[in-house]
């Protein structure tokens, strides 16, 4: 069963990005699923750590066959001068086994209910670096947070997505606040773990 790495808001920071590699590696993912805020901190954003747009483009060039990225308010035309991938497409449809998903930064498509999103579609954002999972109407909405500058009291984090679910990880690979399994033959089982705080 296929599974991917899903990370968003980097902002610059080659140490988020050399993490998100190595998680990559580290749970042997099929691809990378990044939701925007690639190089560039943003004005509202304090510069983080490590912030070398340059060599977070090129690490991520490395990868460029297995990205699969959409546009996040930070995202420029002059960004994707620079990487050999796709950033300028505000969404994306992604099908993981039967699993339809729309990916999205979450600044013009926001987490709601639209027509086009169908009964047990996944709809993937980043944006507020806060990782969160719901599910409501038919529709499971998750956020894997933010790798290099997380708010709200939350760590860094990453998720890992397959057909069966998706799950939060802190940079050092534990597992993190959200755990979400996808509908079974019986079933559709949902868990929502509340993070600790720190």
């Known amino acids: 069963m296929k599974k991917y790495l899903v990370a968003s808001d980097i902002h610059g920071s080659f140490y988020a990005t050399k993490k998100i590699i190595e998680a990559y590696e580290f749970h042997q993912a099929d691809g990378l699923l990044l939701l925007g805020d690639l190089l560039y901190h943003g004005p509202r954003n304090a510069l983080p750590m490590d912030y070398q747009p340059k060599e977070v483009a090129k690490l991520l060039?490395?990868?460029?066959t297995k990205i699969i990225c959409v546009r996040g308010n930070c995202d420029g035309e002059v960004d994707q001068m620079v990487l050999d991938f796709p950033i300028t497409s505000d969404y994306s449809f992604?099908?993981?086994?039967?699993?339809?998903?729309?990916?999205?930064?979450?600044?013009?498509?926001?987490?709601?209910?639209?027509?086009?999103l169908k009964k047990d579609d996944i709809f993937l954002s980043g944006h507020t670096h806060i990782p969160t999972a719901s599910f409501q109407d038919g529709i499971y909405f998750l956020n894997p947070g933010s790798v290099s500058i997380p708010k709200a009291n939350h760590k860094a984090s990453y998720a890992i997505l397959s057909e069966k679910d998706f799950q939060t990880y802190t940079l050092d690979h534990q597992p993190y606040s959200i755990s979400c399994l996808?509908?079974?033959?019986?079933s559709t089982v949902f868990i929502k773990k509340e993070p600790k705080l720190l």
């Open 61 to 64: 060039n490395t990868y460029q």
């Open 94 to 116: 992604y099908q993981i086994g039967t699993l339809r998903c729309f990916l999205s930064h979450g600044h013009i498509y926001e987490p709601k209910v639209y027509s086009f």
């Open 182 to 186: 996808f509908k079974t033959e019986s």
